[in-house]
């Protein structure tokens, strides 16, 4: 598995990332067999950072990467990030945040983690705007201060001018990013997308801060991969119900026809296309969904005329109404 520079990070990592939240659940939904099983197959792949959170199933993905790690003394991970959300209706959010993360690093059996992100999306709209976003820059401080991480990042998720600014204050060493077929607008704005979410090329103001870019939903909580739905798909830009959704995977996945692995895979190499991207986070529910993103990076990304394909699709049926 080839790895990247992560920004200002001194970290290397994956070009695709373990993701151990609650869409995909391999951690969360499937036995504890089947979930080491999975670990493992990731990094003897070289999947070797992990992706977690305290809200992935109310802490069981951190219990399971703990027991796991606990069983395997002396893994070589290029490493661990977790994320922490407030309650911004109560008080003491540093409080809040710090309890957070020490719970975090309990069920993980870890003193620290290489990098932890604030979870709240940003926006004056949404749960915090680019001033309350930057003064959790401050309090996030202190986890660095007392050793419990290394590097702070942001969810991108939210609104686009108020997550502009927070990047450009460069507070931030990391920033996960939307980025998939259906909506690409974090790195090539002008082309336009099949979504009403436009992130304005927001990868951009990343990779001009030295940020390091994780890509999320490049299989659009599994939109892109089956017409079977598994209840967890959650939304989380607007005008993406499910009935949206499927109508522009299936234009997608028309457009760049059947030569480039299953949908699937084909999803996963379109955002390995995207050099703005320091990493993938690819969430699992099974093992064969493991040995298809194995397989699907070894094949390297999307050729640009299929990307430029699918941009003219985009174009001509831009599916920025709700369908029916």
């Known amino acids: ?15 695709v990332t373990f993701g151990g939240g609650w869409v995909g659940g391999v951690l969360i939904h499937q036995n504890r067999d089947t979930a080491y099983a999975a670990l493992d197959m990731a990094i003897a792949a070289g999947i070797d950072w992990i992706d977690t959170a305290a809200g992935y199933g109310n802490g069981v993905s951190e219990t399971v990467i703990g027991g796991w790690l606990a069983e395997r003394p002396g893994t070589a991970l290029s490493g661990i990030s977790t994320k922490f959300r407030v309650d911004l209706s109560a008080p003491d959010h540093k409080g809040q945040m710090l309890s957070s993360v020490e719970a975090s690093l309990d069920r993980l059996g870890r003193e620290s983690v290489d990098l932890v992100f604030l979870h709240n999306q940003i926006g004056a709209e949404h749960e915090l705007d680019a001033n309350a976003a930057l003064h959790f820059a401050d309090l996030m401080e202190t986890l660095r201060e007392q050793g419990l991480c290394r590097h702070l990042g942001i969810t991108a998720l939210g609104d686009p001018a108020d997550l502009k600014l927070v990047v450009r204050a460069s507070r931030f060493d990391v920033a996960q990013v939307y980025y998939n077929m259906l909506n690409p607008t974090a790195d090539r704005s002008a082309i336009g997308s099949w979504n009403t979410h436009d992130f304005n090329g927001l990868l951009h103001d990343c990779v001009a801060q030295d940020m390091g870019t994780m890509g999320i939903r490049v299989i659009a909580a ?65 093992l064969d969904h493991l040995r298809q993103v194995i397989e699907a990076a070894g094949q390297g990304p999307l050729p640009g005329g299929t990307i430029r394909a699918l941009d003219a699709a985009r174009r001509s049926a831009p599916f920025t109404e709700r369908a029916s």
């Open 1 to 15: 598995m080839e790895h990247k520079r992560f920004g200002r990070t001194d970290l290397q990592v994956p070009r």
């Open 222 to 286: 599994g939109h892109l991969a089956s017409n079977k739905r598994h209840g967890r798909e959650i939304p989380i830009t607007g005008n993406a119900d499910d009935a949206a959704e499927e109508a522009r995977s299936q234009a997608a996945l028309t457009a760049i026809g059947e030569r480039h692995g299953t949908p699937a895979q084909a999803s996963l190499r379109f955002g390995l296309a995207c050099d703005l991207l320091s990493t993938i986070v690819v969430g699992l529910g099974e």
